[in-house]
């Protein structure tokens, strides 16, 4: 069986490195908001390309900080909206209602599966504070005429980086083009921790200082707490392996470019459709997402030939019974892809020949092959 990721195998590709930068850190007796942390916040925000960066607990934790945080500066309050695509993993919409704002949901394109730029104006209104972009799937979601929008009509541009660590727009980093952006180091990510890990990063010094508070009870200075806080932090043992496998991501994302080109020029088969890839600095490939009318068959046809394939996500969050006030809501376009899409094997561990045999699997399936 091919596996769909192998977490195992990516840790031993820098096995040594990380356990000396492990072993380093128990020896050390200090565990939180230490050197290892600080270390890595440097060279996060350098590779990013933002003036600072601030480590938390979890990406969601980092996406909840940033609109705590402009709530905290009098910049949103209670009540205000926040567009996000509608197709978005959970936690996008969780970071906006956990705060009392109210998410607005816009779909994406059908090609891209990103936010589609021409459906957002119709989307703001008096109480529109801020766009929450998504780089789905690893894929630039940021387009410059909604950096326009965000000018024009005075809005924020938040990223959610989670599934894009490492990708480009123009030459500049995802999470650097917005004015703050939300990043998750959860296991399966492109950069993944060795269980939770988040960071914050942004250009703006106040708005920095509030997020690093926020994060730490609501103190800058001990025992003095100027806002109703959280505990949300990024272990140093966390900083320290992030540190080492950091130093790897453009080698390890430049080998999923590798398997997604070669997938792109080797899948045949008229029952499935390809992810279009417009230039290829601008996306990592967190995710392989192919779409097929007959996903479900697709799907049950790859486990049963040894190929593990999954759904991301088999249903929207309007969909969800957390979510139950908008279940009835009709998102034609976000509905289509949640019933089509499928997740081929990708990672910097898949070898050639494991290649190969998706490949060869893809392409002999047929859509009756189930039912024969
Ligand atoms: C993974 C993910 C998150 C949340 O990150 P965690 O570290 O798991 O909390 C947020 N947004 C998107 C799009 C994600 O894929």
Redesign the pocket.
């Known amino acids: 069986m091919i596996k769909f990721l192998e977490i195992q195998k990516i840790t031993q590709k820098y096995s040594d490195e990380i356990h000396r930068a492990a072993s380093r850190v128990i020896d050390s007796g200090w565990y939180l908001l230490g050197e290892e942390t600080n270390r890595f916040e440097k060279n996060y925000a350098h590779f990013i390309g933002t003036n600072y960066c601030i480590g938390v607990a979890?990406?969601?934790?980092?996406?909840r900080i940033i609109l705590k945080a402009y709530i905290e500066l009098g910049i949103m309050q209670e009540g205000d909206e926040v567009i996000v695509p509608a197709n978005?993993?959970i936690?996008?919409i969780l970071a906006i209602t956990d705060n009392r704002l109210i998410p607005v949901l816009v779909e994406p394109d059908i090609n891209s599966y990103q936010i589609d730029d021409t459906k957002i104006e119709e989307a703001i209104s008096p109480k529109t504070k801020a766009i929450m972009i998504?780089h789905?799937y690893g894929q630039c979601a940021y387009t410059d005429k909604i950096g326009e929008i965000c000018k024009r009509h005075g809005l924020k541009l938040i990223e959610?980086n989670?599934?894009a660590t490492g990708c480009k727009f123009n030459g500049k980093i995802t999470g650097s083009l917005g004015d703050a952006s939300?990043h998750?180091?959860?296991p399966g990510?492109n950069l993944g921790a060795f269980g939770?890990?988040?960071a914050i990063t942004t250009n703006n010094k106040e708005f920095a200082e509030t997020v690093r508070a926020l994060a730490n009870y609501g103190s800058n200075v001990k025992y003095v707490f100027d806002y109703q806080g959280l505990n949300s932090r990024l272990d140093e043992i966390q900083a320290a392996i992030l540190d080492v496998k950091l130093n790897y991501l453009d080698e390890d994302n430049q080998r999923r470019k590798d398997i997604a080109r070669y997938f792109l020029t080797r899948i045949h088969n008229p029952e499935v459709i390809l992810p279009k890839v417009q230039d290829w600095e601008s996306h990592v490939f967190h995710l392989f997402v192919i779409r097929s009318a007959h996903r479900d068959n697709l799907l049950q046809y790859l486990n049963n030939n040894g190929v593990q394939a999954l759904i991301h996500y088999p249903v929207p969050p309007h969909k969800q019974k957390a979510y139950r006030d908008w279940n009835k809501l009709s998102l034609p376009v976000t509905e289509k892809i949640h019933n089509e899409v499928l997740s081929l094997p990708i990672s910097q561990v898949i070898t050639d020949e494991e290649a190969e045999t998706v490949v060869k699997t893809v392409n002999s399936f047929r859509q009756n092959d189930l039912n024969k």
Not at 58 to 63: F, H, I, T, V
């Open positions: 979890n990406g969601l934790d980092a996406l978005t993993f936690a996008s998504v789905l959610d989670a599934q939300g998750s180091f959860y990510k939770d890990g988040g």
